[in-house]
């Protein structure tokens, strides 16, 4: 089964709300609200697939919050500068040629022109979080759609705060038992906490954690049920230091089971045992326009 190429670039998003580029009055971009950036990627041990995995690639990143509508999203080049470990495959080498996840939501409050707020909980989204493999064939490609309720919560901290719970209509996933069927749910939780200015820009501390649960692939047949399991977790940890148009990231993520695989499980791969969870590292350089 193919390594899933996933960027760091998805805990990225908050980052730039608490960056100088969208108050700036000396930076000059293409749209106002449409925040993008071109990113280089640099990733260590990233554990979505039952290989550890190296990758240094391309990445488009945008996100927008306009009236009602919000969102964030990528698309990667995997392998796009034929740098990678020996699993490692991308667009040059007969491996994915593009990764895509987006996240858009919908504000229930504002499309109703309804209070919903409560507590704290300021305001409601009709949430999604989409994730599209191309692959180079049928056996490298997925297709999940995440859909589900979304909030911003007010925490009353310097600090911005949003829950999103959805269920997991999973289409293609590599050829998986679970394939075209709902399969599951995932709880996102997501989090900016601005630190201080730094260097002549602005540090951030961003936490983002996937929690999936739920799954049938760890019991669908006597096969899966040795190396698959039914939950996963990505838990990543990133200091973001942005500028009006250049910003530099660290990324730490711990992964647990990551990609549903079972750690320890051996499937007889030259890595010897999965090692599907411990911790996996990025580095990332971008320039927003």
Known sequence: MKKITLTAGVLLAASYNASSMADSKNGEYVSDWWHQ?????????????????????????AFAKKDWFDFYGYVDVPKFFGVGNTPDRGIWDKGSPMFVEIEPRFSIDKLTATDLSFGLFKEWYFANNYIYDLGHNVDGRQNTWYMGLGSDVNTGLPMSLSLN????YQRENYQAANENSW????FKVKYLVPLTPLWGGNLSYIGFTNFDFG?????????????????????????????????????ARYFRNGGQWQDGADIGTPQGPIKSTGWAYYIVAGYNF
């Open 37 to 61: 950036s071109a990113n280089v990627v640099g990733s260590y041990h990233t554990r979505f697939g039952p290989q550890l995995n190296n990758d240094v690639y391309l990445e488009y990143e």
């Open 165 to 168: 719970i959805y269920a997991k």
């Open 183 to 186: 399969d599951g749910y995932r």
């Open 215 to 251: 799954s049938d692939l760890g019991k669908d047949n006597a096969a899966s049920k040795q190396v698959r399991t039914r939950n996963s977790i990505a838990s990543s940890h990133i200091l973001a230091l942005n500028y009006d148009h250049w910003h530099y990231s660290f990324v």
